[in-house]
């Protein structure tokens, strides 16, 4: 018997960090780098980069519950990118570059809530919180060439400078949790 899969959109700045960290997750069977939470249908990355969409860079999972949870995904979410920056994640500055869950129900909605509460009980971080919690509509999937980028494009100066550090962070982090 098959293990029904659930959906999670997250935004946490360039959805290439995203994407490389979600694709690695043991239990997460799909990510696919797009836009969500905008007012303009199907948007293009251009349009998207200009912050005028409404639109986040997010990535959307599926993923396997009974091998990785939502709590999990979002312990990962919120080690991997900065959620106190409004609008920004390191050199990626608009509202296209949000920390934003996109909640699929009421349950992931309160998962969130509840990690948000204890992340900030334990001031875990100097800055408030500023992860916006919206309900998910929408998500449009990124151009092709979006998809797997910093597989196909490790050298890269962006790659290198701002995804790769972002890695060794949830490998060494995680790495109970990386696919074999």
């Given at each position: 018997m098959s293990q029904q899969l659930e959906s999670a959109t997250l935004g946490g700045g360039c959805f290439w960090c995203t994407e490389a960290i979600y694709k690695q997750l043991t239990g997460v069977q799909k990510v696919t780098p797009g836009y969500s939470g905008g007012h303009t249908d199907n948007p293009s990355y251009e349009e998207v980069c200009t912050g005028r969409t409404g639109h986040a860079e997010v990535v959307h999972l599926e993923f396997d519950p009974?091998?990785?949870?939502?709590?999990?995904?979002?312990?990962?979410?919120?080690?991997?990118?900065?959620?106190?920056?409004?609008?920004?994640?390191?050199?990626?500055?608009?509202?296209?570059?949000?920390?934003?869950?996109?909640?699929?129900?009421?349950?992931?909605?309160?998962?969130?809530?509840?990690?948000?509460?204890?992340?900030?009980?334990?001031?875990?971080?100097?800055?408030?919180?500023?992860?916006?919690?919206?309900?998910?509509?929408?998500?449009?999937?990124?151009?092709?060439?979006?998809?797997?980028?910093?597989?196909?494009?490790?050298?890269?100066?962006?790659?290198?400078?701002?995804?790769?550090?972002?890695?060794e962070k949830f490998e060494k982090t995680f790495s109970g949790k990386i696919k074999k």
């Open positions: 009974s091998k990785v949870s939502f709590t999990e995904i979002l312990e990962v979410f919120f080690k991997t990118h900065d959620p106190t920056t409004l609008n920004r994640q390191g050199p990626d500055v608009g509202t296209q570059y949000r920390s934003v869950i996109f909640y699929h129900s009421e349950e992931q909605k309160q998962t969130a809530e509840t990690i948000i509460r204890k992340l900030e009980e334990e001031s875990i971080y100097p800055d408030p919180i500023v992860t916006e919690r919206t309900r998910f509509e929408t998500f449009y999937p990124a151009e092709d060439y979006h998809k797997d980028y910093f597989a196909h494009h490790k050298n890269q100066p962006y790659c290198r400078m701002v995804i790769t550090p972002k890695l």
